[in-house]
């Protein structure tokens, strides 16, 4: 896959259409061809029969739409979650996970080769930061677990514990992304947001613009301007910390973005767009997991429509810290509950396999 070409999917389905009608030939075939590419799910441009051949030669000098070549993958104990090591035009790699559970198919997807944010508990964070990803390379990765998907219908792998339905009954299509893979997706906003608009529309994936949550660690910019574009996803804040002080000493970016100015960006978002933040807090024992600490989240969350999810810590090579128990976790809960605040605890899935929050990592990236 050379760089030089224009990647297909990296375009939205107008700028398809205009690449098309430059070479003065009819929108019907560009249409097929956006078909081809997101509904077909084609490989090549071979398999793409009913295109000209006029259509096709010119695809074929110019353009690219290739898979993201497999370098590894590994599927955890349990056989929710795969995890595929996915390598790009340059010769860095990037990670990309799929999760089934309760009859859910979601992709996590990274945005970012490495990430500059640098939180301590982080393996990304830990590399370092390489580069952005393009439009392109963010719509392949879900390209790529949709096709991993449809291509292991038939198998019978264990969608949720007790599901006994006939394969040939489920739904095996992506129908859910998290943007919470490698990098900071506010970060690398506009190619992020167009690759979201090519994954949203109706006549290609399809997937509700509800059916993706963004999560970054508190970029104010990008938050605002979520809001100020109107922009449907859901989104997720990394808190880790209820003061200034606290949070820093786990984010790096806190000092960029100071909590203070974190909460008003947030109010503004949900002023603006009238819908809750999910708030994620790492739970790491004896660090940020006392009854002191959720009283301080459930005080700083006073007002803004909120839901807590703490996620227990998921161990990396370059942090000591371990994850807090049950119990601690149980009496957060119930301390947030005091303050009308609901949450969740994250299911620890993936662990085995590093695919958990905060593990992705390509050590052999470049
Ligand atoms: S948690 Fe997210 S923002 Fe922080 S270093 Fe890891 S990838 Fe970057």
Same mark, same amino acid.
């Given at each position: 896959?050379?760089?030089?070409?224009?990647?297909?999917?990296?375009?939205?389905?107008?700028?398809l259409?205009?690449?098309?009608?430059?070479?003065?030939?009819?929108?019907?075939?560009?249409?097929?061809l956006?078909?081809?590419?997101?509904?077909?799910?084609?490989?090549t441009? *071979?398999?793409?029969?009913?295109?000209?051949?006029?259509?096709?030669?010119r695809?074929?000098?110019?353009?690219?739409?290739?898979r993201?070549?497999?370098?590894?993958?590994t599927h955890?104990?349990?056989?929710?979650?795969?995890?595929y090591?996915?390598?790009?035009?340059?010769a860095?790699?990037?990670?990309?996970?799929?999760?089934?559970?309760?009859?859910?198919?979601?992709?996590?997807?990274?945005s970012?080769?490495?990430?500059?944010?640098g939180?301590?508990?982080?393996?990304?964070?830990?590399?370092?930061y390489?580069?952005?990803?393009?439009?392109?390379?963010?719509?392949?990765?879900?390209?790529?677990?949709?096709?991993?998907?449809?291509?292991?219908?038939?198998?019978?792998?264990?969608?949720?514990e007790g599901?006994?339905?006939?394969?040939?009954?489920r739904?095996?299509?992506?129908?859910?992304i998290v943007?919470?893979?490698?990098?900071?997706p506010?970060?690398?906003?506009?190619?992020?947001?167009?690759?979201v608009?090519?994954?949203?529309?109706?006549?290609?994936?399809?997937?509700?613009?509800?059916?993706?949550?963004?999560?970054?660690?508190?970029?104010?910019?990008?938050?605002?301007?979520?809001?100020?574009?109107?922009?449907?996803?859901?989104?997720a804040?990394?808190?880790?910390?209820?003061?200034?002080?606290?949070?820093?000493?786990?984010?790096?970016?806190?000092?960029?973005?100071?909590?203070?100015?974190?909460?008003?960006a947030?109010?503004?978002?949900?002023?603006?767009m009238?819908?809750?933040?999910?708030?994620e807090?790492?739970?790491?024992?004896?660090k940020?997991?006392?009854?002191?600490?959720?009283?301080?989240?459930?005080?700083?969350?006073?007002?803004?429509?909120?839901?807590?999810?703490?996620?227990?810590?998921?161990?990396?090579?370059?942090?000591?810290?371990?994850?807090?128990?049950?119990?601690?976790?149980?009496?957060?809960?119930?301390?947030?509950?005091?303050y009308?605040?609901?949450?969740?605890?994250?299911?620890?899935?993936?662990?085995?396999?590093? *695919?958990?929050?905060?593990?992705?990592a390509?050590?052999?990236?470049?």
């Amino acid at each position: 896959m050379s760089s030089n070409l224009l990647n297909l999917y990296g375009l939205t389905r107008a700028e398809l259409g205009s690449l098309v009608s430059g070479w003065e030939i009819s929108p019907v075939h560009a249409a097929r061809l956006w078909r081809y590419l997101y509904l077909d799910g084609a490989d090549t441009l *071979a398999e793409m029969t009913e295109l000209p051949a006029r259509l096709r030669a010119r695809l074929e000098a110019g353009t690219t739409f290739g898979r993201l070549a497999v370098a590894r993958e590994t599927h955890s104990g349990d056989g929710f979650t795969r995890k595929y090591l996915l390598g790009l035009a340059d010769a860095h790699r990037i990670e990309t996970v799929l999760m089934r559970y309760k009859g859910r198919t979601t992709a996590c997807i990274s945005s970012q080769v490495g990430c500059a944010m640098g939180c301590v508990f982080c393996a990304t964070g830990q590399m370092g930061y390489t580069r952005h990803l393009t439009p392109a390379e963010i719509v392949a990765q879900a390209i790529h677990v949709d096709r991993v998907l449809r291509h292991t219908a038939d198998e019978a792998p264990a969608l949720a514990e007790g599901d006994h339905s006939s394969p040939h009954h489920r739904h095996e299509r992506l129908r859910n992304i998290v943007l919470m893979g490698m990098g900071e997706p506010l970060h690398n906003y506009d190619s992020v947001m167009k690759a979201v608009d090519i994954l949203c529309d109706g006549a290609g994936l399809g997937l509700g613009a509800k059916k993706i949550t963004l999560s970054t660690v508190g970029v104010v910019p990008g938050i605002i301007r979520l809001a100020d574009e109107r922009r449907p996803i859901y989104l997720a804040v990394s808190l880790h910390g209820a003061t200034q002080a606290e949070r820093a000493t786990l984010v790096p970016a806190a000092r960029a973005w100071p909590l203070e100015m974190l909460m008003e960006a947030c109010r503004y978002y949900t002023d603006k767009m009238e819908r809750r933040i999910f708030f994620e807090w790492t739970l790491i024992e004896g660090k940020n997991d006392g009854p002191e600490q959720a009283h301080a989240v459930g005080s700083l969350l006073k007002g803004v429509p909120a839901q807590v999810n703490l996620i227990p810590l998921n161990p990396t090579a370059g942090y000591g810290g371990a994850p807090s128990h049950q119990a601690a976790a149980r009496r957060f809960q119930d301390i947030l509950a005091g303050y009308s605040i609901p949450s969740t605890v994250r299911q620890r899935r993936g662990i085995d396999i590093g *695919a958990g929050c905060g593990q992705l990592a390509v050590a052999e990236a470049g």
